[in-house]
């Protein structure tokens, strides 16, 4: 009888310990749940926990070519593998924002686990954008407020993937003469938007931004300050400014070239001299945009919306230009701006994860088809060969290719391509 009443106790605690146990993973899995559901922009943006790039999946040179939510569920995995957990898409008329959100919403419901969100983008145009009399002081409203509206429909379907609407890329930019606007457009839909956050239509931790040159947010000449400006800056979440010194290598190249003083170091040497050089230069642009920010009176968050760096260019940036563009400059900029603006605690969407060769159809050899860290087959670029010798790829693939290094992994191959800038004084 003893036997049976220990053996009763021994059961019923054992049951109870189940139990708990059960209770405490299903609190935890619970707690983790809840904790997904919370990230918000404010969480991820500067957290080097959810490195940031930019992303568009088009392999063809076309973009009436669009890639298949397959193709794209591949090509999220391979970001994700690469520690990158929220990607920036850049308008919603073309079937590819809609597409890439199914395919995190789907890989979602396959794994957990899987953590992807999207900085949501825009296209905003100028009244006759794209002709010879484009009117900057109007918009086409037609085609803003559709843009507007698929973003508003997307970031209401998919709240716990869409996290930022950024409305227009580059739109307020002057250099971009065939269709920006000046910043009262911007500033009308960013304040519609922030309207319907208000009213509950839009979830109220969604961050609104326009993602323009950092000279658009007055980081540059005075041209740009102007009171529109200052209310934009009001109205926006946060800032997301870009930078490229890449392209100041030919347009503005104050900080590019070898010094005299390091024209005795080893050409892999003098190169880091230089791409450092240039990773001050995106952080002067930076904190000229801060300052700016801030002599309003204005407390803002700023982010970085776009810098990146061509592996190749058959103008401006290649041999018979600056000598900017290779694959392993590229990688010295990924590396250093990825840890400059990690230790600041800014987000940097990285432009850009794969080789893009509808830019420039007409032009392979053109520099904007070359930004990818990733070739349109899916070889890793230099940037990433320690990724790939880390295993973090193993058992991805892009269209049917495994990933694999670019030069079959010879540095020595890759170096022989690599030319130094010019010696400058810079005194």
Sequence with gaps: MRTTQLGSIILGFFVLLCFSCQEMDSKKDSKQTQSKKEVTAKDILGNPNYLAISFGGYRKNSRDLQPTVEELKEDMKIISAMGIRII????????????????????KKEDANFEMY?????????????????NHDGENEEANAAEINRAIDLASAYPDIVKVIAVGNEAMVKWAASYFVQPKIILKWVNHLQELKKNGQLDKDLWITSSDNFASWGGGENAYHTPELTELIKAVDYVSMHTYPMHDTHYHPLFWGVSEEENELSAEDKITKVMERSVAYAAAQYESTSNYIKSLGIEKPLH??????????????????????DEYKEGLYHQLIRDWTNKKGIACFYFEAFDEPWKDANNPGGSENHFGLFTVEGQAKYALWDLVDQGVFEGLSRGGNPITKSYSGDKDALMREVQLPAIKNFN
């Design 304 to 325: 970085i919306g776009e810098s990146g760096w061509a592996s190749a260019s058959n103008s401006f940036y290649g041999s018979e230009g600056s000598k900017a563009t």
């Design 88 to 107: 920036r898409t850049y308008q919603t008329k073309l079937a590819h924002a809609t597409n890439v959100i199914k395919a995190i919403s789907e890989l």
């Design 118 to 134: 999207v900085m949501l983008g825009t296209w905003i145009d100028c009244e006759n954008a794209w002709t010879d009399h484009p």
